[in-house]
């Protein structure tokens, strides 16, 4: 190691361009998602994946939020909520919203939240 060397910045991934972009909606989305990267970090991989390839694909572990969760109004604007399930068997539930080629994670819970329990 370089005696001067400063802590250098990780490089994030890119997107192709075909791909949508991951942002942050919210200070908790950005939480959760940390916690959750230091719980399931291998599963949230494949998350990321997912969600910068096919986040409107319906599958066992995403699709839309029903009812009164199934929207979610940003600036004076309406979208569809969706959840994802990292892992099929596990608790932790990501909300997001589309606009255009940018997925918003809204919501990280690193349990099953209140709102969808049966």
Request: proline share 5%; hydrophobic share 30%.
């Amino acid at each position: 190691m370089v005696k001067n060397e400063r802590k250098s910045d990780k490089v994030e991934r890119p997107t192709k361009k075909s791909e949508y972009e991951l942002r942050f909606a919210s200070v908790q989305a950005q939480r959760g998602w940390t916690d959750l990267k230091s719980t399931i970090r291998n599963p949230l991989a494949d998350v990321w994946d997912f969600l910068t390839q096919t986040p409107e694909q319906v599958t066992p572990t995403n699709y839309r939020l029903r009812g009164e969760l199934g929207l979610v109004s940003r600036n004076g604007v309406t979208h569809e909520r969706w959840q994802h399930k990292p892992t099929l068997k596990g608790n932790a539930r990501i909300w997001f919203y589309v606009v255009d080629r940018t997925v918003f994670l809204e919501q990280v819970h690193t349990s099953h939240p209140n709102q969808t329990k049966a």
